[in-house]
Nanobody, 124 residues
Framework: QVLLVESGGGLVQAGGSLRLSCAAS????????MEWFRQAPGKEREFVAA????????YYTGSVKGRFTISRDNAKNMVYLQMNSLKPEDTAVYYC?????????????????WGKGTLVTVSS
């Protein structure tokens, strides 16, 4: 069982930055790839970023590449999403998730564990 708790969301102006955090429970955290998804009002949940178990490999959806950075600290059971140059279209609830495997899946239907999400609102 993996419990995920996101934090760090809030209201920010376009062009600003936010850092999301995801705290994970369980001794197997360091064995799992971790992923971020988001869901905007009226839209489907979409993949944002992923990081493999070691943190060496990362993967991003095209719309955030170059602006967002995913990282992890296995000693602290934490995963982060640094979001820079935010745009109004980044407004969404952001979710931390894992498929409980070493490599990322980048598909919401492949996830086995989800956090409850944290709301990011970017004003224009």
């Amino acid at each position: 069982q993996v419990l995920l708790v996101e934090s760090g969301g809030g209201l920010v102006q376009a062009g600003g930055s936010l850092r999301l955090s995801c705290a994970a429970s369980g001794r197997t955290f360091s064995s799992y790839a971790m992923e971020w998804f988001r869901q905007a009002p009226g839209k489907e949940r979409e993949f944002v970023a992923a990081i493999n178990w070691s943190g060496v490999n990362t993967y991003y959806t095209g719309s955030v590449k170059g602006r967002f950075t995913i990282s992890r600290d296995n000693a602290k059971n934490m995963v982060y999403l640094q979001m820079n140059s935010l745009k109004p279209e980044d407004t969404a609830v952001y979710y931390c998730a894992t498929a409980a495997r070493s490599d990322y899946v980048s598909s919401w239907d492949g996830m086995n564990y989800w956090g409850k999400g944290t709301l990011v609102t970017v004003s224009s």
